[in-house]
């Protein structure tokens, strides 16, 4: 028990330091406000700032340090809460994958009511030009991908004492942690990379959450019973190496056209 107290002490840390930061700025919010103040300042009569690009500068540096440390705060505290739950449920694998299916399914969830904001949006400069709220719903999307990770991950290690290591990470590099009844045909390519490599993006999440077969397997077994190996055809050609003679045709005579003039050819 001596790791569950240790990890259970932590967690309160990290929630505490978490509520104690407040409500973060985000970087380019931060910047902005830099410059309407100062154009607010120059209306009323004032001078507008000679270092103005310093001042934004550094309005977002510490916007941006702000930021990371609430979402190094927020992952770590999400990593910790799922490392908990193996501690306490070790020897009821099923049980602690039965509770990670059911926190994917809400992630997922979550994920598509966010996405509603970015229309047609799979990146950064998509949403910019779509405007409105997509913006901030890519920026709540991608902090939102260190959970999906920590889930996975969590996956993998309640996994992991239940069978052959080597065939687990085979099994998730054919990508089985991510889809149940896999069928590789038709997965758009970089969708398919991010499911067999584990480097999840805003567009992949959203594609998982839409496709509605994301899942947890309740055991190692069920896992194993995904993978649909495909051999494709064998080759059972025999190759002939016996030497071959090329047959070069003959070319054809040239063709007259009745302006042909023989040279004169005089001897002296």
């Known amino acids: 028990m001596t790791d569950v107290v240790h990890a259970e002490t932590q967690l309160r840390k990290l929630e505490a330091r978490r509520r104690a930061l407040g409500d973060v700025l985000s970087p380019d919010l931060a910047r902005r406000k830099v410059v309407d103040d100062a154009v607010t300042a120059v209306r009323a ?6 270092d103005i690009g310093k001042r934004a500068a ?34 009821g694998a099923e049980l602690a994958l039965e509770a990670l299916g059911k926190r994917l399914a809400d992630f997922l969830a979550d ?18 030009e779509v405007g409105g709220k997509a913006p901030e719903a890519w920026r709540l999307l991608t902090s939102m991908l260190g959970t999906f990770r920590n889930i996975r991950a969590a996956q993998f290690d309640i996994l992991k004492p239940l069978g052959e290591g080597q065939r687990l990470q085979n099994l998730r590099e054919a990508g089985h942690f991510e889809v149940a009844g896999l069928q590789r045909d038709g997965v758009p390519g970089d969708i398919l990379r991010a499911m067999t490599s584990g480097h999840y993006d805003v567009a992949y999440v959203i594609y998982i959450a839409n496709l509605g077969t994301a899942w947890i397997p309740r055991s190692f077994d069920e896992l194993e019973a995904e993978d649909v190996v495909d051999v494709g055809v064998p080759d059972d050609s025999v190759i002939d190496y016996t030497p071959r003679v090329t047959h070069v045709p003959e070319p054809s005579a040239p063709k007259r056209t009745g302006f042909e003039r023989t040279p004169d050819i005089r001897l002296k």
Request: charged share 35%; proline share 2%.
């Open 111 to 128: 994920v598509k009511r966010a996405a509603v904001d970015l229309k047609d949006a799979r990146s950064a400069e998509r949403a910019i």
């Open 58 to 91: 550094d309005a977002y540096r510490d916007a941006l340090e702000g930021e990371s440390e609430a979402l190094a705060l927020r992952t770590a505290a999400d990593s910790l809460r799922y490392h908990l739950e193996y501690l306490k449920t070790t020897d």
């Open 45 to 50: 009569g004032g001078e507008f700032p000679s």
